[in-house]
């Protein structure tokens, strides 16, 4: 059985991870700065209520565990350096970060422009060291950068390597979680990459839903 540690638990692509991991059979310990915000807490999981940037408290919530997936917000870039550190000093090395599109100014034309305008260079910035942190760690890390994320009912996806031009301009949440639980079941897939992720047929100079 892999265990599995969810930091940001309470997020909306979390919540459907969380469904589709502990369908896999996962054994999952679910971290969040608030527990009461959980959505779905699967039967025999772990509950863990603190912050991402408690270096005392990930290493203990990161001990024993098989994988750890991030998806935070915030001061991401001291959340990336304390879930590292955890990692590392616990040993535990497959990790699946979750950051945003457009970190690198990988998106293209009009809607780059746009993305970046409207998201806000310093918090890109902001997102963008905290992915270089992850990339210099020793751990087997995925790094994941979503398009603009909808609430579709819907598993649809494809994937940017870090020095290609991102694609597309959206995709859905449950898209994203299912690549996370994708990478639990087959954990050296994608491994030491940085890929962007979008919903199929969604290129265009704006939002395509």
Known sequence: MTRVLILGASGQIASWAID????????LTLFARNKNRIANIPAGSIVIEGSADDSTAL???VQGQDV???????????????????MEAE??????????LGIYQE???????WNRSTIGAATLDTYATASDIVEASTLDYTVLRPAWLSDA??????????DEPFKGTTVSRKSVAAL?????????NHVRENLGVNKPGTDGEQLVW
Request: charged share 25%; aromatic share 6%; net charge negative.
């Open 180 to 188: 996370v639980a994708d990478l639990v079941a087959n954990p050296q």
């Open 59 to 61: 290493r203990r919530a």
């Open 68 to 86: 750890v997936y991030a998806n935070l917000a915030g001061n991401i870039d001291d959340q990336a350096k304390a879930v590292v550190e955890a």
């Open 20 to 27: 589709m991991l502990a369908q896999q059979g996962a054994e």
């Open 153 to 162: 009912d819907e598993v649809s996806y494809e994937t940017t390597a870090r």
């Open 107 to 113: 998106v293209p034309g009009e809607f780059g422009r």
């Open 91 to 100: 040993g535990v090395k497959r990790l699946i970060f979750v950051t945003a």
